[in-house]
């Protein structure tokens, strides 16, 4: 079967695709909020720097630029520095705040920063690799070999079910494993 491990391997096995964190890199996400929206996601597409300190993006057919990212607690800089134990890492994600309106949830925490940390930044394979180590660790958490990702495409995913607010799916490729 696959494991978080196994995914892990195959991330830190692909190459760097950045190595400047000034780098300008394009990015587009979908966002299904509820399964009833599969087949609208919320879609972005923009430029990022890979330290997500930058962006830019066309609205309503102007370029706009912005440096006032929301970007997680742990910054990019700090990303090499992160503990390499998957439960050491996995208790700093859970510890980590995670902006949001309902300070009770707390399930969840640690799979939500390792999400914001891959959404925010282009992350080096090796932190890649001990983000989903960590992920492995985590109680509640299923690795899904052949999982639909919000754009039909297939590949593994890991699966935080049956937590407030419903489930949530971090898709990666099936290419290289990286979000």
Same mark, same amino acid.
């Given at each position: 079967p696959l494991t978080a491990d196994i995914l892990a391997d195959r991330a830190a096995a692909a190459p760097n695709p950045v190595a400047d964190p000034a780098r300008w890199v394009y990015r587009k996400s979908a966002v299904v909020s509820v399964p009833e929206m599969a087949r609208e996601p919320? !879609?972005?597409?923009?430029?990022?720097?890979?330290?997500?300190?930058?962006?830019?993006?066309? !609205?309503d057919g102007r370029l706009e630029t912005t440096s006032f990212l929301e970007v997680p607690a742990i910054s990019y800089a700090a990303l090499r520095e992160l503990p390499g134990d998957p439960a050491a890492l996995a208790q700093l994600l859970a510890d980590t705040p995670v902006p949001r309106d309902d300070d009770a949830w707390n399930p969840g925490h640690a799979f939500e920063m390792a999400v914001a940390l891959l959404e925010s930044y282009i992350v080096p394979p090796s932190v890649a690799a001990s983000l989903y180590r960590a992920l492995g660790q985590l109680p509640g958490i299923a690795v899904i070999a052949d999982a639909a990702d919000a754009a039909g495409r297939r590949g593994p995913a890991f699966l935080l079910a049956g937590q407030p607010g419903g489930n949530q799916l971090l898709s990666v490729s099936a290419a290289d494993c990286r979000f």
């Open positions: 919320e !879609v972005t597409e923009r430029w990022t720097t890979a330290d997500g300190t930058a962006a830019a993006a066309y !609205v």
